[in-house]
């Protein structure tokens, strides 16, 4: 199965501005991609990446520069036009850097014509899709969107409930999540930036950066 990878190649993650300068998001953005491609790869299927512009990774990469909408459901409305027989096709975001072969594995063999892996927050982290009509319309509540779209074209829906596919690396909060669990190039940037885990007597855990505070 091709595995399409968003990947917004320019500016990307801007929530994390407060604890990372714009390269550093640039290259933690990208280490989080090659990330996600390898927990793909390692599947067993097809990952490729879908950017807003050219970027290097060891699997094929589709430059198009419109909106993230507007790309992937290009791509959904092509793959189901050449191929007859309905092979799915599945959309992971590079930002899931606690993906794992096991949690995408479940994703990927879930039954349902279209398949979720919510994020927290209301997004869409992951989805398969077999049903030729299903389209996108990210950001806001993408979720509930998603499942109403998938309704609307009879298509069946499946869920998979995975702490590591709901985990989308967006804000500094969610570093806490990769220092914890993480075990890839993502956490080891992190740590070679110097993030730490802060607990308090009080209150959820935090990240710390010498002289800044994320
Ligand atoms: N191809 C493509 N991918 C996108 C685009 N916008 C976001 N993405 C990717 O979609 C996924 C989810 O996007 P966001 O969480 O909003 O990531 P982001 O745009 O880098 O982060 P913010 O600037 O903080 O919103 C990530 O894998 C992004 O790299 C786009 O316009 N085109
Ligand atoms: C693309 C968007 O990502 P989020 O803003 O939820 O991270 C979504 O999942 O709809």
């Given at each position: 199965?091709?595995?399409?990878?968003p990947?917004?190649?320019?500016?990307?993650?801007?929530?994390?501005?407060?604890?990372?300068?714009?390269?550093?998001?640039?290259h933690?953005?990208?280490?989080m991609?090659r990330?996600?491609?390898?927990?793909?790869?390692?599947?067993?299927h097809?990952?490729?990446?879908?950017?807003?512009?050219?970027v290097?990774?060891?699997?094929p990469v589709?430059?198009?520069?419109?909106?993230?909408?507007?790309?992937?459901?290009?791509?959904?409305?092509s793959h189901?036009?050449a191929?007859?027989?309905?092979?799915?096709i599945?959309?992971?975001?590079?930002?899931l850097?606690?993906?794992?072969?096991?949690?995408?594995?479940?994703?990927?063999?879930?039954?349902?014509?279209?398949?979720?892996?919510?994020?927290?927050?209301?997004?869409?982290?992951?989805f398969?899709?077999?049903?030729?009509?299903?389209?996108?319309?990210?950001?806001?509540?993408?979720?509930?969107?998603h499942?109403?779209?998938?309704?609307?074209?009879d298509?069946?829906?499946?869920?998979v409930?995975s702490?590591?596919?709901a985990?989308?690396?967006?804000?500094?909060?969610?570093l806490?999540?990769?220092?914890?669990?993480?075990?890839?190039r993502?956490?080891?940037?992190?740590v070679?930036?110097?993030?730490e885990?802060?607990?308090?007597?009080?209150?959820?855990?935090?990240v710390?950066?010498?002289?800044?505070?994320?």
């Open positions: 199965m091709q595995v399409f990878v990947f917004a190649a320019d500016a990307p993650k801007t929530r994390l501005s407060s604890a990372l300068a714009a390269d550093e998001r640039r933690f953005a990208r280490t991609l990330d996600v491609v390898d927990a793909v790869a390692e599947t067993g097809d990952p490729r990446v879908l950017a807003t512009g050219p290097s990774v060891d699997v589709t430059v198009d520069e419109r909106s993230l909408d507007a790309a992937v459901n290009d791509l959904l409305e189901f036009d191929s007859g027989d309905d092979d799915p599945a959309v992971v975001m590079a930002d850097a606690l993906a794992t072969v096991t949690a995408l594995d479940r994703l990927f063999e879930a039954n349902g014509d279209v398949v979720f892996a919510p994020g927290r927050g209301g997004g869409t982290n992951a398969v899709t077999r049903h030729p009509d299903f389209r996108v319309d990210y950001h806001g509540t993408s979720y509930l969107d499942r109403a779209i998938a309704s609307s074209v298509a069946t829906l499946g869920v409930d702490f590591r596919l985990t989308d690396v967006d804000e500094p909060a969610d806490v999540e990769v220092l914890c669990h993480g075990d890839g993502t956490r080891e940037f992190l070679e930036a110097g993030f885990l802060v607990t308090a007597d009080e209150g959820r855990v935090t710390s950066r010498t002289g800044r505070v994320g």
